[in-house]
């Protein structure tokens, strides 16, 4: 079915375009007081008498609110299908999320890699020996290295407000088993009955050669809605770092942000705002305050998306490190891109392209390190 924004054109029951606008008006007015069922049947049959795709899309949201959720995401799928525009196709996954997170939502996807720095050396370290400079740099077989990215996640939201989250991601770095990265995170949290106030405990892990951390946390979320477009979104989470090679570098750990999104529609969004993490570590010159801001757009053009992201922030260490006889300041600047084309789309498969640059200036010279990329791989979106 070709995606038409005109219902009067689809119309083929012997009923009048006022009767179904009116009809298809009360099947609104009861979605909005809670008889989901009813006005499924009331869409149902003008959907099955006009073939409106905005009907179709109601029909859609009322066998949702009803419960019904496999029929409405069958429902869903075969609309995206079709092929409507970016707004409305962006608005359907949101709801096939929503429904995918209440049934238990499993998502596997594969990705290639090209990594310049996986194992986060610095470019160069200039040391002194009895007086004399000299510089060490990065090995150059630990440069631009290949690897496979593999990564899973499980969310389920359960009626009595409590859901389980589950990702990992694991990094196979063939010529570097040294490079090779586990990443997970795992937690429980529950929404504050008629509040918007979302409660979480988990713990974060890596695993990585000298790198290797865990951190079991706290969280509490929070949405204010100013209108359908505009939202600040303040979040905290407490936690204790326990960095696995050595426990000088453990400590409490505190994250503090707060994005504010707009949303020009549902293809056109953006966000904003701070982000500050707080590490007590043991040692005095591995404490630090972390202050940046971190901003994200999507956006959708002819069956194009471009998912952005910028993230400049600075890092002051507590005191002066004894073995560098300074005290450490970093400048730090992310950015990537997914990049994905409804136009390549294999069923529910979409193919990413996401290049990468993570860039750290220091004013002590073992601490600068960059690391660029490009992951190319497949994910699940329905």
């Known amino acids: ?3 038409d924004a005109d219902t009067s054109t689809s119309l083929t029951v012997a009923a009048t375009p006022v009767a ?3 009809e298809f008006e009360n099947a609104l007015r009861l979605i909005g007081s809670g008889r989901a069922a009813e006005a499924a049947q009331m869409l149902e049959r003008l959907y099955r008498g006009t073939k409106a795709p905005r009907i179709h899309l109601e029909w859609a949201r009322a066998l949702l609110f009803a419960g019904k959720l496999k029929e409405s995401r069958e429902i869903f799928v075969e609309i995206y299908k079709s092929n ?4 409305v196709k962006a608005t359907i996954l949101r709801f096939i999320d929503q429904i995918d997170r209440k049934m238990g939502k499993l998502n596997i996807g594969v990705a290639a890699t090209k990594t310049s720095n996986p194992l986060g050396q610095p470019t160069e370290v200039q040391l002194y020996f009895l007086g004399n400079p000299f510089t060490l740099q990065l090995d150059p077989k630990d440069k631009n290295l290949w690897g496979v990215i ?3 996640s499980y969310e389920r ?8 989250r589950a990702s990992t991601s694991f990094r196979e770095m063939p010529k570097h088993p040294g490079a090779n990265q586990l990443f997970g995170d795992i937690s429980v949290g529950k929404q504050v009955q008629g509040v918007p106030l979302e ?4 713990v974060q ?7 290797s951390f865990r951190l079991p946390y706290v969280e509490l979320g929070y949405r204010k809605a100013f209108n359908q477009r505009l939202d600040i979104q303040p979040r905290v989470q407490v936690g204790y770092y326990d960095f696995l090679a050595g426990s000088g570098l453990s400590g409490v750990n505190v994250r503090l942000s707060a994005p504010v999104s707009y949303m020009f529609d549902p293809a056109k969004v953006i966000s904003i705002g701070p982000r500050v993490e707080v590490r007590a570590a043991k040692f005095g010159e591995q404490r630090y305050v972390n202050v940046g801001v971190y901003a994200e757009a999507v956006l959708n053009i002819k069956r194009i998306t471009i998912d952005t992201t910028v993230y400049p922030y600075t890092t002051q260490f507590w005191r002066t490190d004894p073995f560098w006889g300074q005290r450490r300041s970093d400048k730090a600047l992310y950015m990537g891109t997914a990049i994905s084309s409804d136009r390549v789309r294999v069923k529910g498969l979409l193919p990413t392209l996401n290049p990468f640059c993570a860039l750290n200036g220091s004013n002590i010279s073992f601490y600068k390190v960059n690391n660029c990329g490009v992951n190319l791989g497949v994910r699940r979106i329905f």
Not at 205 to 211: I, L, P, R, S, W
């Open 205 to 211: 892990f890596e695993q990585m050669t000298n790198q």
């Open 1 to 3: 079915m070709a995606y």
């Open 84 to 87: 409507p525009p970016p707004a």
């Open 199 to 202: 409660v979480r405990a988990g």
């Open 20 to 22: 179904i606008e009116i």
């Open 157 to 164: 939201v359960f009626s009595s407000g409590f859901d389980v």
């Open 150 to 152: 593999l990564n899973a």
